[in-house]
């Protein structure tokens, strides 16, 4: 794995190998409401189940179309409050749908999109889609304001051998504001967001599931602390796990630790999740990080979301315990034309009819409003509380 430490490498790299990908993502939680999103616009999405099915397709010498990353653009959006999912959409599209800058950090899908403001320091993001599936609409307004970090050159000497992948580490830490409108039918929701963020940028110039077996990533922050963890496996036994854990103390990388052991326990699986632990354990002879992933966030046949807790010793000593979100995903999975079908279901393409897609927001769809209707039956909420639907005059 590659490692780019700066925002000057947050550009697109106008990548056009059949099934290269990139990606650019925001994460970020109020802590105060317990809100809190995910944002990503993709050029070569590689978890599209028609993209992969295009790539074998070409690969296998089935067909003489390669597949290009800018047809398999695409957007997705997540929020969540208190760890329940209040919106999952993911769109797919062509070229039209996208824009982007080999000069400045910028993509945009649709009406959404994210740009770089070099003056200020800060990304901002306008979000503007509606999701006819599930009669919800999100409009949101949202600015990264970009800490300083001094040290970061530790993170990109830390890099492993693995160049077909690269991880743009642009912001680990930042103060984010703004709001959101959440429409849905004719109920609205103003949310006003004051809490903290990341953002990162991955590429890769081969598909994930051709070289990657798994990987572990997440971050947590608190008020003047960050963490990070990264762990990749590959299928090529004689490529060495990548395996990264640093932090950040106030506005200073304090700690980057490799050559760590990885201790896995807890493991679960399912039909429809992969196989992976509940608890890591990243360990040298100077750190000891203990990771649980307390709560899922999103669940998936090759891909997990976590709100985790993270307990650090450094020599022996209790050093922080926080709170944060964890990922995992087993791109080999995708390979599977049963798991490529169950994945439809999650994925608006442009131009396709997706049964399984139609089935999945329908049931969805079902299942809420006999949620709104039970929470009806309670005591009404008072109109000051943040999370009640107010109906427009």
């Avoid at 993170?155 to 077909?164: D, I, N, P, Q």
């Avoid at 002879?285 to 992933?293: E, L, N, Q, Y």
Wanted: glycine share 6%; proline share 4%; hydrophobic share 35%.
């Amino acid at each position: 794995m590659n490692i780019a430490a700066s925002i000057k490498n947050d550009t697109y790299h106008n990548l056009h190998e059949p099934g290269s990908y990139e990606w650019w993502y925001f994460d970020a939680i109020d802590e105060k409401t317990g809100f809190s999103f995910v944002v990503i616009w993709y050029s070569g999405f590689p978890f599209s189940p028609y993209y992969l099915k295009r790539y074998r397709n070409w690969k296998d010498m089935n067909s003489e179309v390669i597949p290009t990353p800018l047809e398999h653009a695409g957007f997705s959006f997540n929020l969540y409050e208190n760890g329940k999912e209040l919106v999952n959409f993911i769109k797919e599209g062509n070229s039209h749908l996208f824009q982007t800058s080999t000069e400045t950090p910028f993509a945009k899908f649709e009406d959404s999109q994210f740009s770089y403001n070099e003056k200020l320091n800060r990304y901002e993001l306008s979000i503007s889609f509606f999701m006819p599936s599930r009669r919800k609409k999100i409009k949101a307004a949202l600015f990264f304001e970009v800490l300083p970090v001094e040290g970061l050159e530790k993170v990109e000497k830390a890099a492993g051998g693995e160049k077909a992948h690269t991880w743009v580490l642009a912001a680990l830490s930042s103060k984010v504001t703004g709001e959101f409108e959440f429409t849905e039918g004719n109920q609205e929701m103003l949310i006003p967001f004051n809490g903290s963020g990341y953002h990162d940028h991955n590429y890769g110039r081969v598909p994930m599931g051709e070289d990657i077996y798994n990987w572990y990533w997440g971050r947590a922050h608190s008020e003047n602390k960050d963490l990070v963890y990264y762990v990749i496996s590959y299928k090529d036994e004689n490529k060495s796990p990548f395996a990264i854990l640093f932090l950040k103390e106030k506005d200073q990388i304090t700690d980057v630790f490799t050559g760590l052991t990885v201790d896995s326990e807890n493991s679960q699986k399912g039909f429809l999740i992969p196989e992976h632990s509940r608890s890591l354990t990243l360990s040298n002879d100077r750190v000891k990080c203990m990771i649980t992933h307390s709560h899922d966030l999103e669940t998936g046949p090759f891909y997990l979301r976590f709100n985790s807790i993270f307990l650090l010793k450094i020599n022996n000593q209790s050093v922080w315990s926080l709170q944060g979100i964890s990922e995992f995903l087993h791109p080999d999975r995708i390979d599977s034309e049963l798991v490529r079908n169950l994945i439809k279901s999650k994925i608006w393409r442009e131009g396709e009819n997706s049964l399984m897609y139609t089935l999945y927001n329908f049931f969805n769809s079902c299942y809420e409003r006999l949620q709104r209707f039970h929470w009806s039956l309670k005591p009404f909420r008072t109109k000051n509380k943040l999370s009640v639907l107010q109906n427009r005059p």
